[in-house]
């Protein structure tokens, strides 16, 4: 068959890329580093975007929708904002084309460049923060809680599809505090939110934690970071939520009055996850065979599959099925009945399976003698035939079941390969031949860890929030260190 | 107060300018013709996108995501696209900005030039053919039935909040077909969810029909658009649908073959409506004193305001209301209560008007003694005490009464300013001292409608659907006519 995968095995990176274009996720566009997300792929972004939505509204938050572009000199008023986006972004410099007199061709008309060049958004820190200026005089302002979903720009030389494209699609939360203190609680609150998504709807654990300075987003004082362990070994950041400071209120000048009548620069945290998180939706459960989906994201839920020779049965079986897929959607769950005639079962049993749809029914003539169907798990590959009779109830426990399995699964996988590594030989050791989470004590310094990632491509990934406090030294400069770090090879 | 708006009578276009920023919808960002979407205003963004989200969806459509550049030699392949959209153009030539050594400033590095300008997207018509040449081989790949909800630029010189900005959010189906029967069938469809969309959700009664060649979208065969009119007798196109033939396919050699083997190019539709319809919402319905939304839009739908003395009356009514908000919640209704203390009820009265909740109740002492509210429409100013028992059923009835209310209005409007004219003389008469709507008959050429324009600044909005036959002559020419076309100033 055509979409035989390769095995993560033989190529991990290369089943991950064969499995994204041949399970109709996403593919490469014409445009340089530019993906097209395909319509199974987005309508799995779409749950994801209406899970996540709702929990930001439960939390307080509105959403919003700023510019696409920034002025440049924008860029400049936030030192360490600028340094860290600068380098990969998009310029629009004209705005308009013209056809050349002498060739005919379409050209940029030189007579319509731009007084001051525009960035395409990489993060919309800066033109929010300027518009917040406006929207903020006194406390009875605060606090401001906004979402924006939206399209951003990063120009990335090395580009894959969804872990790292020039565009891609995200989330970016901007608030606005009368205190540092409720600032930190935002940027707390809102990391618990990824983690609570990560873990809940998408099934993949995570740990929480601070990102050393090195790691850092440009123009933060602090940033949070939930991590999450591929089946490769290597780490990928699923969502980060920033403690800013006043840095962009005092770049932007923006000041209140507070109940006491006194002036202070407002506080600010901003906080986001991205189409990121589909490739880590893949790269967490997937198997040898394709997807393996949540079902609390999978668009299709349940697909039955009809067993069948001749028109007569397949009538009759279609009969049967309408009846099960109506007490099933009742129940909220989704269901497609696929009873194309160009397709065989055994074509469809491994198009489902590449596909990732949780539970597969096939019923058959014998079946509706019967009064049977056959269910087989997407997780585990298990079937079992049973009784029609009250099958809606079980289908529902059963996607309830494989929500947890799958989630366990990751979670036990993570186990397995998060190690202590008392000596840097140990550590290199680990990171070499086995990879995955490496907790180990580090003094603290960026030197440390620079030199290490030079050495190994280890970097921190996070000082875990529930870190132990315990008395150690650090396996690169022997130094005292009073808890272990997060350490991996990362996406 | 502050939030006082222009009459409508004084300065149409003031008040529109005003009442936009004053209701929180939108305001001017620092960057030149792109608007900033408030809260409040993409709140109500938020319940439109979601009602044709679902009605797109219900017609078998999904979505999908396609690249915001788009390679500047993709528009030189549909010779009447690119004379359509070159003029106003926003270009990205190149991916890097750097510091300036000498001084110090940020700079767009000349090194970081791209080999080919990329064009931020206006629409995504030749991107997207380009994609679909990879998807479609056969028969058996059709229909493609897909939507993006996207951002898109068009370089205004003469920008005015949602009506016509640089920016703005739209959505765009993109649909490819087998035959021209199905694809004008498509476009059909669609133009009548946009229709229904207007008028059963916006109330905004529409007209349907096809655009003339002048007006029609460059690329396509034909345009069917909606078109609105205003409380100022300007006529809004609120909506298009376009059947573009096969000039895409042909553009972008986009082939299948069919069932008898046989290869041709693909047919093609596109739609699209945007944050325009948001100007329509504001200019259709609201008034001197802020805007009148229908309930099915309304963010808000039901605010509750409290009249009280001192704490103790205000608990009192409280836990009342909190029963109340309940009951009104159970049933699906949006209520806001605004119990603050820093704003008095007048000040709340006159805030909740200009933002156009529909209903709202007013609580006072009193009424918890007499087991009564006060409830009054936004859309009547009408008042009326009623018991609190079956509060919750009252008002489920008065939103549904308010909904066709809004509809009633702006249809009686539009009849009250719908003219026939059957000279020139009557023609320009009705333009210049009434305005409206004009059915007049046209001899179907270009050149005549192009003088009337010039002359009259009126264009014709559509040819419409349902025009009846009528022996009748041109109003300029002289020439035969066979129906009547629908003339006005437009936005």
């Given at each position: 068959m055509a979409k035989t995968l390769t095995k993560r095995e033989e190529n991990y990176s290369q089943w991950y890329n064969e499995l994204v274009v041949k399970a109709d996720l996403a593919e490469n566009s014409a445009v340089r580093g530019c993906m097209v997300i395909k319509p199974y792929g987005y309508s799995i972004w779409e749950k994801m975007q209406a899970a996540l939505d709702k929990m930001f509204k439960d939390t307080g938050h509105s959403n919003a929708y700023f510019p696409l572009f920034i002025p440049k000199s924008f860029f400049s008023k936030e030192a360490s904002h600028v340094d860290g986006f600068a380098k990969e972004c998009a310029v629009v410099t004209h705005y308009r084309l013209k056809t050349d007199e002498k060739t005919g061709e379409i050209v940029v008309d030189p007579d319509a460049k731009l007084e001051e060049e525009l960035i395409v958004r990489p993060t919309s820190e800066t033109i929010i923060w300027n518009?917040?200026?406006?929207?903020?005089?006194?406390?009875?302002?605060?606090?401001?809680?906004?979402?924006?979903?939206?399209?951003?720009?990063?120009?990335?030389?090395?580009?894959?599809?969804?872990?790292?494209?020039?565009?891609?699609l995200w989330q970016e939360g901007h608030t606005a505090h009368a205190t540092k203190t409720e600032a930190i609680e935002e940027t707390e609150r809102m990391i618990g939110v990824y983690a609570d998504f990560a873990e809940n709807w998408m099934g993949v654990p995570v740990i929480k934690g601070y990102k050393s300075e090195n790691e850092r987003f440009a123009g933060a004082l602090d940033t949070y970071a939930i991590e999450a362990l591929m089946q490769d070994g290597k780490a990928l950041q699923a969502g980060t939520s920033h403690f800013l400071g006043q840095n962009f209120a005092k770049a932007f000048d923006v000041k209140f009055t507070d109940k006491e009548g006194k002036l202070d620069h407002v506080w600010a945290t901003s906080w986001g996850v991205s189409t990121r998180l589909m490739g880590a939706l893949?790269?967490?459960?997937?198997?040898?065979?394709?997807?393996?989906?949540?079902?609390?994201?999978?668009?299709?839920?349940?697909?039955?599959?009809?067993?069948?020779?001749?028109?007569?049965?397949?009538?009759?079986?279609?009969?049967?099925?309408?009846?099960?897929?109506?007490?099933?959607?009742?129940?909220?769950?989704?269901?497609?009945?696929?009873?194309?005639?160009?397709?065989?079962?055994?074509?469809?049993?491994?198009e489902y399976e590449l596909k990732g749809v949780p539970v597969r029914i096939a019923i058959g003539s014998r079946d509706i003698e019967n009064n049977t169907l056959e269910i087989a798990r997407r997780d585990t590959f298990e079937k079992v035939t049973l009784s029609q009779e009250g099958i809606e109830k079980y289908i529902e426990d059963l996607l309830n079941e494989i929500q947890k399995n799958i989630y366990q699964k990751a979670l036990n996988f993570r186990k397995e390969n998060t190690f202590k590594a008392n000596t840097y030989d140990e550590f290199k050791d680990i990171i070499k031949n086995k990879g995955g989470f490496v907790l180990a004590h580090w003094d603290g310094t960026s030197e440390t860890e620079l030199k290490i990632k030079h050495e190994t491509k280890a970097t921190i990934r996070v000082i875990p929030f529930d870190a132990e406090e315990e008395e150690g030294s650090c396996i690169y400069s022997g130094k005292p260190s009073k808890k272990r770090v997060l350490f991996a090879k990362a996406y």
């Open positions: 518009t917040y200026k406006n929207w903020i005089q006194s406390y009875r302002d605060l606090p401001i809680l906004v979402n924006q979903w939206a399209n951003v720009v990063r120009w990335e030389m090395r580009t894959r599809l969804f872990l790292r494209t020039a565009e891609f893949v790269m967490a459960h997937s198997d040898d065979k394709g997807l393996v989906l949540p079902p609390k994201l999978a668009p299709i839920q349940v697909v039955i599959v009809p067993i069948y020779k001749g028109e007569d049965q397949l009538k009759q079986i279609d009969e049967k099925v309408n009846v099960i897929k109506k007490a099933l959607e009742d129940k909220g769950i989704s269901v497609k009945y696929d009873n194309r005639d160009t397709f065989k079962p055994g074509w469809k049993f491994a």
